[in-house]
């Protein structure tokens, strides 16, 4: 398996560069994550990683992208409930570039 | 939906370039490209369902990690299903190589590459059936088409069996009937001896083992998200719809495709479909373990697909229903329509389906005794049993993408037209030979909907699209309505790729939109929250 260099640690992650443990995940590692793909993780990065981690840990999956966008709309203000913001923050998609962040695994199947 | 690999540009990728090797085919060896194929299967999907030669692997590297013996393996393989499966055999032998599939194949069109030809795909395997199993190909060789089975054999296998959607177009137009979806589904049988799965494949295959469903959406998972989507309905109608799980005695059972209850636009037609069913008062339920039409063992082993597909009929028989009406999924349909009679059937448990609102007995469905939603909602439609306002989809310019396996597995053509041009005032057809039995297929299905061969999925895809363009640019088309929950998925992908401005919905969205309900508000949004334009919302 493919690894992460982080903290003097190899991180096992999947081909597309998933963490493979949950528990291996760090608020360190998301940061350290961000960082390679050039984007400084802001406290608006923060609601939506953090969000997805809690709802992870009641559901063992990542939120439709419906839940998201009406919670963060919730918790940002109305004009930031969209699909539109959450690429502004995540430009390669929330489901993908949020979920790898919060170190949760990508949906499969017909998604 | 994977991170990496991103497409040559569109203006590239169409410069398509047929012209063959120099060297025959035998002699010409596999090269793996990039964007081109999907990662190896983890060792713990395998393990998760017990099959072979569980071990993490990736098809870049040199050495796959197979069993020394892999080669009896195969081979043993092949003689069983020669044993089993008459139609193989068949195709294994009556080929006579004339061509006629070789330009009806979408990814031999955006790709070019002769070995994606589906008389060449079969000439893969056809060449080691040669080779062990017949008299001139044991003793004339390659002169007889024959060729041993080697690694490197093995591995071209792979490349080429998982550049095939088992879409079937290509046994159309093939004089002798071969289909090419038969001999790529034992192909990958055989593979799958041998651990040679897809991680995209594999991945749905464990949680659906595990869960019921692909995506791994456990009970109070699925009851969340569809209250959720009752929440929007709400918010869109001014009408809490109820519906209920798991429910002993409901009259039918739904089963969808997972992809609906978790992902956009899927979600739209799992509205459409909870604010039909409220409307018309239908007795149904849904069941979080049955709660996957879709079957990703389909494209592991036969064996695979049983074993998980078990559940619908269980807990039919469980709940006590009458019938079971299924959603807009693709595949789903190969398999009811196709195999549920000769795995378990006929369904004696279960009464022959009759729609409790028309009184119409599906007959076609007698042996199975499911009954697909576009057949149920078009009969609702004859029957004057629905009120619709289609000037509420007049904002779309809608034509229709017929998925591989309700049109060719299953004939449904008319009920997904009918209903959409009794909900929307704007239907145009795609050219005729990109339609109905003929329909190009999205290029992902089968499970090669992954992103890490994306170059594969825009490539093949690229008929489809084309056909697109054309009602794009003649009609102002802006919307790709279909049935299957692959193509909800791959779809928006393909048309931001090559038309841009394009949607992808599924027709029980617009259903939802058109649907008069009784009481509800003055509707001045449609089902994703956009304002519908000159009803009150913005224009």
Redesign the interface.
Known sequence: ?PYIEFEGKKIEV????YVANLDDWSEGLAVYMAQKDGITLTDAHWEVINFLRNYYEK???AP????LV?EIGKVMGPEKGNTKYLYELFP??P???AC?YAGLP?????? | ????GKPPKPEELSKIDYTPPKRGWMDTPVVFKPGMYC?GT?AKYLEAVGMPNAR?W?PAEEDWKLPPEWKEIVLKGIKERLQKYRTFHVFMDICVRCGACADKCHFFLGGGDPKNMPVLRAELLRSVYRKYFTTAGKFFGKAAGARELTEDVLKELWYYYFQCTECRRCSLFCPYGIDQAEITIIGRELLNLLGLNL??IM??VA?SYRTG??????P??IK??IE??ID?IETITGIRVETTFNRKGAEILFVA???D????P??YVAMGELMLFHEIGLDYTWSTLACEG?N?GFFTSMEMAKKLYYKIYSEAKRLGVKWILGGE?GHQWRLMNQYLDTWWGPADFLEEPVSPITGTKFENAKGSKVVHITEFTADLIRHGKLKLDPSRNDHLRVTFHDSCNTSRAMGIFEEPRYIIKNVCNHFYEMPESTIREKTFCCGSGSGL?A??NIELRMRGGFPRANAVKYVKEKFGVNMLANIC??D??ALPTLMDYWNPGVGVCGVHELVGNALVMKGEIERTLDLRGEPLPGKGGTD
């Open positions: 398996m999947d081909e597309d560069g559901y063992q999956i439709m992208i419906k839940i009406k390669d998609g489901a993908k570039q790898r990508k949906p499969t199947g017909c998604v | 939906m994977a991170t990496k990662h983890r993490d990736s991680d995209w991945g749905p949680n469903n692909h995506l791994g959406l456990e109070h998972t969340a998200n959720f989507m929007d495709p997972s992809g209850l978790f992902g956009v899927g979600n879709g990703f999924c909907n992103g890490e929950a692959i909800r998925a």
